[in-house]
């Protein structure tokens, strides 16, 4: 078994790696002291991956919107029952989610880590699906959807993604609609699953106090498939750079209008380090336009435009990449109107130097905090790992990342052009 | 990778000065370290704004530090150092909470020593407020008035909270309990800078406090905290009211708000009777996990898996004031069938109809609950806190020891105390 070890003794933290013969890539980052260990294993395949060409075909297959996820939900079926029960008779807290990119089964316990951990590499590998059970999902579906139709804050982002892209099914709900998921079938699911839980396109992570040696040989015990297979073709539809719309609104019972602001960004397709490279700067450049220690924050703040719930973030994925910052507003427009101002006003003047040096301290001590909760570690080995990084490696980038970049990803993100805005308001 | 010491998450009791109780928690297995400063207050009607509103004036700025972003400036310098302020509910009492959470300085490598920053910088916070005229700054007061009036007023944009939330409030709109923490809007448009500034002068000098700091503490950083507590001049200590525990008046109450929505949630309050300081408080536990306490449990498991009636529906405690709470997310139609099938579960309970699984499945539940409590530095110190607002002693392990003796016999017992008070149901227009 080869087992690759990566220290970073400066933070008291270790990584593991290694890889089964059949692709598939497993993480251990040990937490001495911690009582919770905590599991996942993920397959590379969210909501946006609804066309694709499966290995060794020619012809392309399309499946109909919120098919991970009705996927996700059938998992837990097993021929002897549901395995939610197993997990629970030991106690142990099963869970699963499904994002734009990622299917993720995990469980986090405290004790017997051993035999929860075989309930988890089992039962992800052991699909039971009949047509009787997928009609009755559909049902708990359809109510999950409408509880989401309900929920302000989830509108007002899938309105604003709608509003960024024309085509990309990033714009749609991951659970899909009424109607799509009354398209699902069981041969479907199976296609899906056959295709996307090849384990080459999967990776385990287990984050606690745990021996990291027999975790990587209960994988090696347990994982069914010897041989990898070649890559999936994913097919995502022609996006361009334009906006779909600029701007969104839907009336809906809240009290306090809700907003967010979006940058589509078209830079696509970065690899490596690069990612956290460019993913860093836009959230430093956020900070410093319009996080907390801004001028822009203050005036905001003080003519009552934006309150504590305001917030922001940056997602860079392979085929789509948008910044996000919003909250409750009594006035979006007047928000939108004075960020504008404040782009404006930088590309005339240039960025300050000495606000980079600042923010990337705090940047810094904030990410070292994350490292405190093994969930936050987890998710972002994660999602990073289909990129190809660690969460570690975000460490060289704090201590490199230089101003002339920082300004130069200012420029190509930044564009008023690729801006929109999207407001959930009452009547 | 170098060793790490805990002293199994339980803190330990420094001094007591002036009606401030001060705890260390000691662990490095963080790379952070927290300090907690807590005010508590009886939940009052003609307080319970002005409690809510003065922290959120006091977090605009203080001496030195007169705007959010000087005070954004000073908490970036200081590794992305973190500083709010809030109010939690526990019971009857009404929990003013000051925080801040730092990178441990083995992390950081200017030399300083952060934690005497860290604790300057609230008291600071706390104690010397950026005035104007000898008042709060009246600006300040008045954005801070709309910003709370605005998160009362969108309390019910999150319809799953809500529903809880009004649900317990109709049942106990008799009692102190059933005052939402941050008061109403028209309690908080009639406050004045000069009366706010007043209001809370008298609280941070005579409110009880306990302040918690997780992490390791130096001989030379607990000699400066001591000095430090002691040269505030507090003026002797207000004693606060035990919660009313009621048992049922009598009819059971039902209620029903319409709103623009899509699924309904049904929410059903019960009075338990017993509160966490008696020796039934653990049976009560194991009921209310059996109940509606996860995936093993008779709500989730007939109501949701083999109904199929519910997206979510779950049982919680409110142990301070003993009450129970019944939340479920459900199609508007089929409100009564859901009601029906939930108190049929409490009737098995009753009728002794427990499995070994769903005794045995509880049980562990609860364990998992309380052993991941002490990976986060937060919850560890809500459980001290919750200990020392409901007048219990247990540390963890204490609890744990006292749950894993609770019988089904004792279940059974627990189970006929309980008593459906209040229906509430958030349903569609039309």
Redesign the interface.
């Known amino acids: 078994m080869k087992i690759e070890t990566i220290e970073y003794k400066?933070?008291?933290e270790?990584v593991y790696k290694y890889e089964h013969s059949s692709g598939l890539k497993c993480i251990v980052v040990?937490?001495?002291?911690?009582?919770?260990k905590y599991a996942t294993f993920s397959t590379q395949y969210g909501s946006v991956d609804n066309e694709f060409i499966i290995p060794g075909e020619k012809t392309k297959t399309k499946v109909p919107d919120g098919i991970a996820h009705f996927l996700e939900h059938k998992l837990f079926e097993q021929k002897d029952g549901?395995v939610?029960?197993k997990?629970?008779?030991?106690?142990?807290?099963?869970n699963a989610f499904t994002s734009f990119n990622q299917t993720v089964y995990l469980f986090?316990?405290?004790?017997m880590f051993k035999e929860n951990f075989d309930l988890l590499l089992n039962f992800v590998q052991n699909p039971y699906i009949t047509e009787e059970s997928v009609e009755?999902e559909k049902?708990?579906i359809a109510?999950?959807i409408?509880?989401y139709?309900?929920?302000?804050?989830w509108r007002v982002s899938f309105n604003l993604l709608d509003a960024l892209y024309k085509e990309h099914p990033v714009k749609l709900d991951i659970a899909g609609s009424i109607e799509s998921i009354g398209r699902i079938t069981k041969e479907t699911l199976y296609k899906c699953y056959d295709t996307f839980y090849h384990p080459s396109n999967m990776v385990i992570t287990v984050v606690g106090d745990v021996d990291y040696r027999q975790v990587f040989e209960q994988v090696e015990k347990n994982i069914k498939t010897a041989e990898k297979v070649s890559g999936i073709k994913r097919i995502y539809p022609e996006e361009g750079e334009g906006l779909n719309k600029k701007y969104s609104e839907q009336i809906?019972?809240?009290?306090?209008p809700?907003f967010y602001i979006g940058f589509k960004d078209s830079s696509l397709e970065p690899e490596g380090t690069e990612i956290l490279k460019y993913d860093l700067a836009v959230k430093l450049l956020l900070s410093a336009i319009i996080?907390?220690?801004?001028?822009l924050?203050?005036k905001l703040?003080?003519k009552?435009l934006i309150?504590?719930t305001f917030e922001m973030d940056f997602s860079l994925e392979k085929s789509y990449a948008y910044s996000m910052l919003g909250g409750?507003s009594?006035n979006p427009e007047a928000v939108m109107e004075l960020l504008v101002k404040e782009i404006k006003t930088i590309r005339d003047k240039g960025l300050e130097p000495s606000v980079f040096e600042?923010?990337r301290?705090?940047?810094?001590?904030?990410f070292?905090?994350q490292?405190?909760?093994?969930e936050s570690i987890s998710r972002s080995f994660i999602n990073l790992y289909f990129k190809g990084v660690t969460m570690f490696d975000y460490l060289n980038v704090y201590d490199t990342i230089g101003f002339d970049y920082i300004t130069d990803v200012f420029d190509k993100h930044f564009d008023i052009e690729r801006m929109a805005l999207s407001v959930v308001k009452n009547r | 990778?170098?060793?790490?010491n805990?002293s199994g998450e339980k803190p330990d009791k420094i001094s007591e000065i002036n009606g401030i109780r001060i705890y260390n928690i000691k662990?490095d297995?963080?790379?952070?370290n927290t300090i907690n400063i807590f005010f508590e207050d009886d939940l009052n009607i003609n307080s319970v704004a002005l409690n809510a509103l003065f922290p959120s004036v006091l977090r605009r700025g203080c001496k030195g530090l007169p705007?959010?972003?000087d005070i954004?400036?000073y908490?970036?310098?200081?590794?992305?150092?973190?500083f709010d302020c809030g109010i939690v509910k526990k019971g009857e009492r009404q929990i003013i909470q000051f925080y801040f959470?730092?990178?441990s300085d083995k992390?950081?490598s200017d030399g300083h020593r952060n934690f005497e920053r860290a604790f300057e910088f609230l008291l600071n916070i706390i104690f010397n407020p950026h005035l104007q005229n000898g008042i709060f700054n009246e600006?300040y007061v008045e954005?801070e008035k709309?910003?709370l009036k605005?998160?009362v007023?969108?309390?019910?944009?999150?319809?799953v909270q809500y529903a809880l939330d009004r649900c317990y409030e109709l049942m106990c709109r008799e009692e102190p309990f059933g005052l939402y923490e941050y008061g109403t809007a028209r309690q908080i448009e009639g406050i004045t800078a000069r009366e706010l500034y007043s209001h809370y002068k008298e609280k941070v000098l005579t409110l009880p406090a306990d302040i918690f700091i997780t992490g390791e503490l130096s001989d030379t950083d607990t000699e400066f905290l001591i000095k430090r507590i002691r040269s505030i001049g507090r003026k002797g200590q207000k004693a606060l009211s035990a919660a009313i525990v009621k048992s049922l008046p009598g009819k059971i109450k039902y209620y029903e708000d319409k709103?623009?929505?899509?699924?309904a949630k049904l929410s059903l309050g019960f009075r338990t009777n017993i509160t966490a300081k008696e020796d039934e408080y653990y049976a009560l536990l194991v009921y209310n996990g059996i109940l509606g306490g996860?995936?093993?449990s008779k709500l989730f498991q007939n109501v949701r898996?083999k109904a199929?009636l519910?997206?979510y529906v779950f049982a919680g405690l409110e142990k301070f004031k003993g009450l129970m709470i019944i939340g479920s997310?459900i199609?508007i139609k089929e409100r009564e069938h859901v009601k029906e099938l939930i108190l049929k579960e409490l009737d098995e309970i009753q009728a002794g109809n427990i499995t070994d699984?769903e005794f045995?499945?509880t049980?562990?539940?609860?364990?998992?609950g309380i052993?991941?409590l002490?990976?986060?530095?937060l919850q560890i110190v809500d459980f001290y806190l919750s200990q020392l607002t409901a007048g219990t002693h247990d540390t963890m392990e204490a609890l744990l020891e006292k749950i894993k003796l609770v019988t089904k016999e004792e279940v059974i017992a627990v189970s006929k105390k309980i008593q459906l008070d209040t229906e509430y149901f958030l349903t569609a227009n039309n």
Do not use: W
Request: charged content about 25%.
């Open positions: 400066k933070y008291d270790m040990p937490k001495r002291g911690y009582y919770k549901s939610m029960d997990f629970a008779a030991l106690g142990s807290r099963p986090s316990c405290t004790d009755k049902g708990i109510q999950e409408n509880m139709r309900d929920n302000p804050g809906m019972p809240v009290s306090t809700l996080g907390k220690s801004s001028e924050y203050t703040y003080d009552g309150n504590s409750e009594i600042r923010l301290r705090a940047s810094k001590g904030r070292l905090r490292m405190n909760s093994v | 990778m170098t060793n790490i805990t662990s297995k963080f790379k952070t705007t959010i972003r954004n400036l908490l970036e310098e200081l590794y992305g150092a973190v959470e730092y990178v992390y950081t600006q954005q709309n910003n605005m998160l007023e969108g309390r019910t944009n999150d319809k709103m623009d929505i899509n699924q996860g995936m093993h898996e199929g519910a997206y997310g199609d699984y045995k499945a049980i562990k539940s609860l364990e998992t052993q991941s002490k990976d986060s530095q």
